[in-house]
């Protein structure tokens, strides 16, 4: 299924997740012997698998952008993060608190949760390998990359803020000054810092080594070695392991940069892409599974509506604010806007935070995020390859 779907899905012109997800359907109602939700799974266990997921699929865009660090390149994908996604936030936070009725840690964690980017399911939409040339970086699949990346660095702290809104039962008892220095501040700065210097060291060891060791340093095995070993490292610190991931793979290459070198690691790239490939397909059959268990009852016509208009209005009007002068045409300003993709990494700020506050309408927030990433991966996965197609042969850049 790995290998030969995303060939028919290609054919297709669908994302490959989305008869994937039908076969999750298919092998939960058959009966298949693996331990199903019911429907329900722990926080924990959903927190660690969805953790490893995401940690694999962030080192592979870091990898994929590379090579790139002048910040003419990052005006317009930070534009998504500065004004897209605080403007989305906000409006997800008041139709969860005014609408939906949800107290406000709640609100604020559904926010959180559903803001960024999902960098796994958004993976086909993604830089490929042959977009790896010096057009890549004013393409709609390079906003998409570099967005997905870095996202995480302003979601996090939100988590982190309804966590000790959950927990301190008012406002008033969170300390501002300490949220805004420490989960905010000092935990990105030294994600990026930690997963950074981390890619930067192995970029120089590759160019110290001589040629005829060159197999063994860039053999496709450490790409998934140092997602792991920058994400503990960034732990270790108390730190963003998930920005330290993403800014590992960007600085994996910084010496071809250097030396005005335009190739990739492409060895550990292609490797990092099929576990990457491998764990989607995974996910999206328990997904599937996760969907027919009955997660879903816990929601309602306000949830339903909820979520699509997240993914249909709010999401494409914040991110077409958010592109404002930048020079692209309104088609593709619309269209960048549309694809705020939803998928694992939402399930893992949810059952974190589950799993670290006390909230009082988990099984509905589980019900809407399952929602939100149900809408997606059908209205996306459908659309998307076909989206990108088009702009790849009408208006390239």
């Not at 040339?133 to 390079?142: A, D, V, W």
């Not at 000054?177 to 120089?204: C, D, N």
């Not at 249909?312 to 002068?325: E, M, S, T």
Request: net charge neutral; with cysteine; hydrophobic share 50%.
């Amino acid at each position: 299924m790995m290998e030969y779907l995303p060939i028919v899905a290609d054919r297709l012109k669908i994302s490959y997740t989305v008869p994937l997800l039908f076969a999750g359907v298919f092998f939960y109602y058959v009966g298949v012997p693996i331990e199903w939700p019911t429907p329900l799974w722990p926080h924990k266990w959903v927190k660690i698998v969805t953790e490893v997921i995401v940690i694999i699929s962030l080192m592979s865009a870091g990898l994929k952008i590379g090579l790139q660090y002048e910040l003419h390149y990052w005006k317009k994908p930070l534009r998504l993060i500065h004004t897209s996604m605080p403007l989305y936030m906000l409006g997800i936070y008041l139709l969860a608190h005014y609408i939906l009725h949800f107290d406000n840690p709640s609100s604020v964690l559904l926010a959180a949760v559903c803001a960024p980017t999902d960098p796994v399911l958004a993976s086909d939409l993604q830089l490929q390998e042959d977009d790896l040339g010096s057009r890549k970086n004013t393409g709609m699949r390079y906003l998409l990359t570099a967005e997905a990346g870095i996202n995480d660095g302003v979601a996090f702290p939100f988590v982190f803020l309804a966590i000790l809104w959950s927990k301190g039962g008012s406002f008033q008892s969170i300390n501002l000054l300490e949220w805004i220095g420490y989960y905010f501040t000092y935990k990105i700065v030294a994600g990026v810092v930690v997963g950074a210097l981390l890619g930067y060291l192995y970029s120089l060891s590759i160019e110290k080594i001589k040629s005829r060791y060159d197999k063994k340093v860039l053999s496709g095995f450490v790409g998934v070695a140092m997602a792991f070993l920058s994400f503990a490292s960034a732990e270790l610190v108390n730190s963003y392991g998930f920005l330290a991931a993403f800014c590992t793979g960007l600085f994996a290459q910084y010496h071809n940069h250097v030396k005005g070198k335009d190739n990739h690691n492409s060895e550990i790239l292609v490797f990092n892409e099929e576990v990457e490939k491998l764990l989607i397909v995974l996910w999206t059959l328990l997904f599937g599974g996760f969907l027919a268990s009955g997660i879903l009852s816990y929601s309602n016509a306000a949830s339903i509506g909820t979520a699509l208009f997240l993914v249909f209005i709010l999401r494409p009007v914040c991110g077409r604010l958010g592109l404002a002068g930048t020079g692209y045409s309104e088609k593709k300003k619309w269209a960048i806007g549309y694809f705020g993709i939803k998928g694992v990494g939402s399930f893992f700020y949810l059952a974190y935070a589950l799993h670290e506050g006390q909230f009082s309408n988990g099984n509905e927030l589980y019900a809407l995020v399952s929602l939100l990433v149900l809408i997606s991966i059908f209205a996306h996965g459908l659309t998307g390859p076909r989206v990108i197609d088009y702009f790849d042969k009408n208006n390239p850049g």
